[in-house]
T-cell receptor, first 112, second 114 residues
Framework: GDSVTQMEGPVTLSEEAFLTINCTYTATGYPSLFWYVQYPGEGLQLLLK?????DKGSNKGFEATYRKETTSFHLEKGSVQVSDSAVYFCALYGGGADGLTFGKGTHLIIQP | EAGVAQSPRYKIIEKRQSVAFWCNPI?????LYWYQQILGQGPKLLIQFQNNGVVDDSQLPKDRFSAERLKGVDSTLKIQPAKLEDSAVYLC????????????FGPGTRLTVT
């Protein structure tokens, strides 16, 4: 079945540091790929997505590129802020009647 | 536009008791999902509705969990009887249509079974 693997957390960075959160996937066919963010006490929010190979999703300074050859969708941001502290989930949607398949989440902590 | 609403936000029950969660999706969204998120893990799909019909409930523990979406709008998820391992956050999400894969999530209900 489909699966998503993302790097373990917590990831602790200083403000203005460069961020990479790795995500790889296993799926049949050509899934759509997502990054969701969950701020403390809130529900999951869609951060960005990409629906086909080589697409780049971007939002709020974050970006991720759909790499079919490496089955990866790594999340990056050039300069993180304290307000980026949250849990980030990589997910895929295979197009079938089975909703989203999520990774375990990566807790990001940004220190001032 | 209003987001996905869920209630209650928190619930504490003893094992073997029953509990129900309510979800109101975004107006006009045909598809509704219930996910279970155990601490330290990503959400796992329990059941998916298209309007008032069940599309997929393969991961729903049907001996104790049930869900319905009467009239194709609001939905309730019930657990009876609850077990300790049911402690989790229960997330409701909705999307416009099965073919449109962007899902909008509610704030979740945190269930603690003691």
């Amino acid at each position: 079945g489909d699966s998503v693997t993302q790097m373990e957390g917590p990831v602790t960075l200083s403000e203005e540091a460069f961020l990479t959160i790795n995500c790889t996937y296993t799926a049949t066919g050509y899934p759509s790929l997502f990054w969701y963010v969950q701020y403390p006490g809130e529900g999951l929010q869609l951060l960005l997505k990409a629906t086909k190979a080589d697409d780049k999703g971007s939002n709020k300074g974050f970006e991720a590129t759909y790499r079919k050859e490496t089955t990866s969708f790594h999340l990056e941001k050039g300069s993180v802020q304290v307000s980026d502290s949250a849990v980030y989930f990589c997910a895929l949607y295979g197009g079938g009647a089975d909703g989203l398949t999520f990774g375990k989440g990566t807790h990001l902590i940004i220190q001032p | 536009e209003a987001g996905v609403a869920q209630s209650p936000r928190y619930k504490i029950i003893e094992k073997r008791q029953s509990v129900a969660f309510w979800c109101n999706p975004i107006s006009g969204h045909a598809t509704l999902y219930w996910y279970q998120q155990i601490l330290g893990q990503g959400p796992k799909l329990l059941i998916q509705f298209q309007n008032n019909g069940v599309v997929d409930d393969s991961q729903l523990p049907k001996d104790r969990f049930s869900a319905e979406r009467l009239k194709g709008v609001d939905s309730t998820l019930k657990i009876q009887p609850a077990k300790l391992e049911d402690s989790a956050v229960y997330l409701c999400a909705s999307s416009l249509d099965r073919a449109i894969d962007e899902q909008y999530f509610g704030p979740g209900t945190r269930l603690t079974v003691t």
